[in-house]
Every structure is written in C-alpha cells, then in structure tokens.
C-alpha cells in the first residue's frame, strides 16, 4: 500500500499558509511527523483524516485520490486526536463501543476486539469506569484503541505519549512500532524522543514546509561536526545563553557541561568572550534532539 500525499496546501487565513505544498508519499511503516507547535502537524492530519479540505493538492491511495474512495478511504483509517475532554460520561467500554459502531464495525466483532484492545492498552480494569475520572495517560490510552478498533491500514496519531508516565509511554511505543508493520503510521509529535527509536524516517516540518524527510541516522550524520560539548563554571552559562544554540546543559561535579551547536570557529569565537580561559571545546555526536533543535530554529 502507498499513501501519496502531493502537493497540499492550506491557509485558514490569507497570505499565510498553515500547511505550504507538502508531499510525501509514505509505504508501511512508522513515520514521525516532529514540528514545534504551529508547524502545521495538525493542518496535515486534518487533512489526511477528511476533516479538512485543502485549498490545493491531493492524497492518493495506490493512485486513487481519497476523495473519489468515500467509505472505502474512512475504513482503513484510524485517527488518535489529542485529548478534548469528550465523552466524559461514557465508561471505556462504553466509548469503544460507540465508536465501533460509528465504524459500522458489527456488534460479535466490535467486542471481540474491544476485548482485545483494552488488554493492548492496559485498561482492562479500568472498562466500567467513566472516562471522565480517568487519569490523562489512561485517556490517551482510550483514544489510541478507540484509533485502531478498525484495524485500520494508516494510522494517525496525534501526540499519542502526550500526559504518559515513562513506563506507559514505553509500553505504547513499542505497541505501535509492533503494528506498524503492515500499516502507514503517521506520529506527530513536538517531542523528539517519542519518535526516535520507533521511527523509520522524520519527516521534519515547520512553518507548514516539509524541510526534511529522512531516516533519524540520515539526519544526525548531516550534524556531523556541529554539535560540541564544553565545561565551563556555572556562573558563566547565563554569558553563554542566547549567544549560541544550547541543546543540553549536563550538571556535574566539576560544574556544567554544556552542548552547543553550530561550526567551531563560530563557536570558539563566543566562547572566549564569555568563559574562563583555557576552556575546551570537544566534539560530540550528534543525536536527534541536536538535529531537531538545529534545523528548527530561527535564522
Ligand atoms: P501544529 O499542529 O504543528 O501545532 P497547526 O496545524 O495547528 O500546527 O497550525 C499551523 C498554523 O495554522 C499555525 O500558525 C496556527 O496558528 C494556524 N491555525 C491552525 N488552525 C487554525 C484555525 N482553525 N484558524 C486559523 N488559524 C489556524
């Protein structure tokens, strides 16, 4: 299966474009959509999932636009929002079901896998209780079964770790890249470590631009020689902030060791302005945190 996304384009508002002629075109697999807020991460799924039109463009689904495929593009797809505070009064299972059948996914089937997904999401305890008084990584939880009740083909998922503990956050992580294989999943997220080790390739937006589609590798190795690490004396980082781009500041005994970002010459340059002498300024490797903050930020 192929999911081509060509060319969309979207404003809400004139002269500025939420989302500016993306393409991509996606084969099984998981797929991190990473952007600051604003970057167009939403525009794109709304688009994807139906819920809005674009001004220009199409999604094709091994060549047929989606627009001509009507029930048949709904029924393959699964869409995680981000939480709304919907369905408060539903019980989990109460949720599911009405979701199920909102999917016209009939009633044997529906409970079979109700049953199922809510072993998958750890809220088998938990499926007579409102979801109004379940906690936000249980909620999210609900809302990511709710997304694959139909099985579906390509999956969208909206921040889908957001408000998880770390072990719950594992646990979806790995259920999702489990699944992925016979499935296009989309993950769009701010945060980089939910797709790092799950996803087969970024897809880097911002400002409604696709600015790059790559495996995570791909994209470290093209930091290659800009990411730095340097100790200096606490009281020396404030000199430091806001003259270079910091992506870590590790604290140890010796005071804080601090990542920067960017060529060295640049870097040696504000250094000797703002730290103690004899400092030294020693080459790191690149992880995606360092890529994501290098190629978001402001020129
Ligand atoms: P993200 O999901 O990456 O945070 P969005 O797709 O929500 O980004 O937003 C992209 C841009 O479109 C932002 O500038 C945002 O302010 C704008 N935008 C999003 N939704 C609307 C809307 N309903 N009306 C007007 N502007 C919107």
Redesign the pocket.
């Known amino acids: 299966m192929k999911l081509e996304i060509k060319n969309l384009s979207k404003s809400?508002?004139k002269g500025?474009r939420?989302?500016d002629d993306f393409s991509a075109d996606l084969d099984p697999g998981v797929y991190g959509l990473l952007?600051?807020?604003?970057?167009?991460?939403?525009?794109?799924?709304?688009l994807l999932t139906g819920n809005l039109e674009a001004d220009s463009g199409q999604v094709l689904v091994d060549g047929t636009p989606t627009g001509q495929m009507g029930a048949a593009y709904r029924e393959m797809l699964g869409y995680m929002p981000q939480q709304q505070g919907l369905y408060d009064n539903f019980t989990a299972l109460e949720f599911l079901r009405y979701f199920a059948s909102l999917k016209g996914i009939p009633r044997k089937e529906a409970k079979k896998r109700i049953d199922h997904l809510l072993k998958v999401v750890n809220l088998e305890e938990a499926r007579n209780r409102k979801l109004g008084g379940f906690s936000g990584g249980m909620k999210q939880r609900a809302l990511l079964a709710q997304a694959l009740l139909n099985d579906p083909r390509i999956l969208i998922l909206?921040e889908p770790t957001a408000g998880l503990d770390p072990k719950e956050r594992i646990r979806i992580r790995n259920y999702i890249s489990e699944i992925s294989q016979d499935k296009i999943i989309l993950l769009?997220t701010?945060v980089v470590s939910d797709v790092e080790c799950i996803a087969r390739e970024i897809l880097l937006?911002k400002?409604?631009v696709l600015l790059a589609r790559e495996k995570p590798e791909g994209l470290m190795s093209q930091m290659e020689g800009n990411v730095w690490e340097v100790g200096i004396h606490g009281e020396e980082l404030s000199k430091l902030e806001g003259k270079c781009l910091i992506s870590n500041v590790h604290v140890t005994k010796d005071g804080p060791r601090v990542r920067l970002l960017g060529e060295r010459e640049e870097l040696m340059e504000i250094l000797s302005k703002c730290v103690h002498l004899g400092f030294l300024l020693e080459r790191a490797e690149a992880n995606l945190e360092d890529v994501y903050l290098w190629r978001i930020r402001e020129e």
């Open positions: 809400y508002k500025k939420a989302l952007g600051p807020n604003g970057a167009g991460k939403s525009t794109l799924m709304n909206d769009a701010h937006i400002d409604g």
